[in-house]
């Protein structure tokens, strides 16, 4: 148990990759082993695309913001919640369909959450690392159209894996006090916490490898919530199927 726990607190984000690639039985036994993750209601609502064709790659790397890792990954796939799947059971079964309510969008989104992250554990058991990519949703119907993906399908993130050519400091988390309460909710000591963290941060991104903007992460923060943030994907979300009724 220790050493699953130890795992898990030294996660890094992989950018640079060894060109060693991943034994094809392996792949498939992680990704077995992220189907192993709790799914609600049974749903199963996620389905993975491999993506090995570097034209397809590269497309998806430009649109990335240029990402190079999502072209120079062993292996690169993208992670997609699927209530078609779901939709084909009620044809099956000729009762009506009623996947667009929010409810179900949220049920096949934490599906695709659940799964990557287990098989992410799994993967960094064996040596591998890993990136996730949720900049695929720059633009979502470009990659939708890229991998043909039907109605009630959307992509949520893409994930690179390969052998670490890199070996990044882990980044520091909130203090657990932050993010653990009892009860109830209650932040009344949280400022102080923050505070503290703030400076711890920004000399983590002072000191890693490569130097860093020492940007805290109160101002991080406040940089992604004060700016509209992929504004296209109400409107894509609904062209799929998902109009969270």
């Known amino acids: 148990m220790e050493l699953i726990i130890d795992l898990l607190k030294s996660h890094t984000s992989i950018r640079k990759f ?3 690639p991943i034994e094809e039985s392996l792949l498939f036994s992680l990704i077995e082993a992220g189907q192993g993750a709790a799914t609600s ?10 993506i090995q064709n570097m034209e397809t790659r590269c497309q998806i790397a430009d649109l990335c913001g240029g990402q190079k890792y999502v072209e120079n990954a062993a292996e690169f796939l993208i992670f997609c919640a699927d209530l078609k799947r779901s939709k084909n059971c009620c044809d099956k079964h000729q009762v009506e369909f009623e996947g667009d309510y929010t409810e179900q969008f949220i049920i096949a989104t934490v599906d695709v959450a659940l799964m990557a992250q287990s098989m992410v554990a799994a993967a960094e058991s064996c040596g591998i690392g890993i990136c996730y990519i949720g900049a695929i949703r720059n633009d979502p119907q470009t990659v939708t159209d890229l991998l043909n993906l039907p109605k009630h399908v959307y992509p949520v993130f893409g994930l690179c894996l390969g052998y670490p050519d890199q ?15 009892n009860e109830v909710y209650e932040d009344s000591e ?8 703030d400076t711890k941060v920004q000399e983590y991104y002072k000191a890693r ?4 903007h020492g940007t805290p992460w109160t ?3 406040a940089g ?10 109400k409107e894509f979300l609904a062209k799929q199927g998902f109009n969270f009724k």
């Open 18 to 20: 060894t060109d060693q």
């Open 41 to 50: 209601s049974f749903l199963q609502g996620t389905t993975v695309i491999r």
């Open 167 to 181: 070996a990044p400091e882990v980044k520091p988390r909130l203090p657990l006090k932050v993010v653990l309460k």
């Open 190 to 197: 949280d400022k102080a916490l923050i505070d503290d963290y």
């Open 209 to 212: 490898i490569g130097g860093g």
């Open 219 to 221: 101002a991080q923060i």
């Open 224 to 233: 992604l919530l004060s700016t509209k943030s992929r504004p296209h994907m």
